[in-house]
């Protein structure tokens, strides 16, 4: 079974502009999380979506944001980059999320660096 | 404020030596702990999960401990190997909520 893919691996965005990136999860899997990891504060959570919905949310800034198709795949979008949004952004799936014991399976990250 | 704690921030030991790593939290109230490995440049990857009634939990040579009561955890790595080196990173979710507490993590580098 395939796992866990993002892409791109690698974006530079100067100031201002605008990011979206993308995560397919593991066939099967209909929940879908993301996280920031940053050297300074560790991996962050983002939000989590389930059924094309956004079911949880972390404490970021509304300028992130993301959703969910048909078909689970995800995307986050970044608007007005900002240099502290320099990071590792990762994807993770799950059967369905409804348990928090439920292993999330990683991507290998978006890695994003804001010029 | 729900917090986790790892120590030590770094760590370097020879192959085939053990080592024990720690995770202190404050999240109430517990639901369950994770431990993660994250290779460079990779996404992390599940070690072991232990809830409440749990206090050991084994996943081939890294076996995780955990104490409510204290509520701090420990992960033991037996015979450390050269691929063991990693970031190790401790994760705790509080009762009722799906979001998940991260600690800092613990760099491990094992020299051949």
């Known amino acids: 079974k395939a796992g866990v893919t993002q892409t791109p691996r690698y974006l530079i965005k100067t100031r201002g502009q605008q990011v979206t990136l993308s995560c397919s999860p593991i066939?099967?899997?209909?929940?879908v999380s993301w996280y920031q990891q940053t050297p300074g504060q560790g991996l962050q959570f983002l939000f989590e979506?389930?059924?094309?919905?956004?079911?949880n949310k972390g404490n970021f800034p509304g300028r992130f944001s993301g959703r969910q198709f048909s078909n689970s795949r995800s995307e986050m979008n970044v608007s007005t980059l900002e240099l502290g949004d320099s990071a590792l952004y990762l994807c993770?799936?799950?059967?369905?999320?409804?348990?928090?014991?439920?292993?999330?399976?990683f991507g290998p990250g978006t890695r994003l660096t804001v010029l | 404020k729900n917090q986790v704690e790892q120590s030590p921030q770094s760590l370097i030991i020879l192959e085939g030596k053990n080592c024990t790593l720690q995770?202190?939290?404050?999240?109430?109230?517990?639901?369950?702990l994770r431990w993660y490995k994250q290779d460079t440049g990779r996404g992390p990857v599940s070690l072991t999960i232990?809830?409440?009634?749990?206090n050991t939990k084994s996943n081939g040579r890294y076996t995780a401990t955990l104490d409510a009561d204290t509520k701090q955890s420990s992960l033991h790595i037996t015979a450390s190997q050269l691929s063991d080196s990693a970031s190790y990173i401790c994760?705790?979710?509080?009762?009722?909520?799906?979001?998940?507490?991260f600690g800092r993590g613990t760099s491990l580098i094992v020299h051949p």
């Open positions: 994760v705790v979710r509080k009762g009722g909520s799906y979001i998940p507490t």
């Open positions: 066939s099967g899997h209909r929940s």
């Open positions: 979506y389930f059924s094309e919905t956004q079911r």
């Open positions: 993770a799936s799950s059967h369905s999320g409804h348990s928090s014991t439920d292993t999330q399976y």
């Open positions: 232990m809830t409440f009634s749990e």
């Open positions: 995770c202190n939290y404050t999240v109430s109230p517990f639901s369950n």
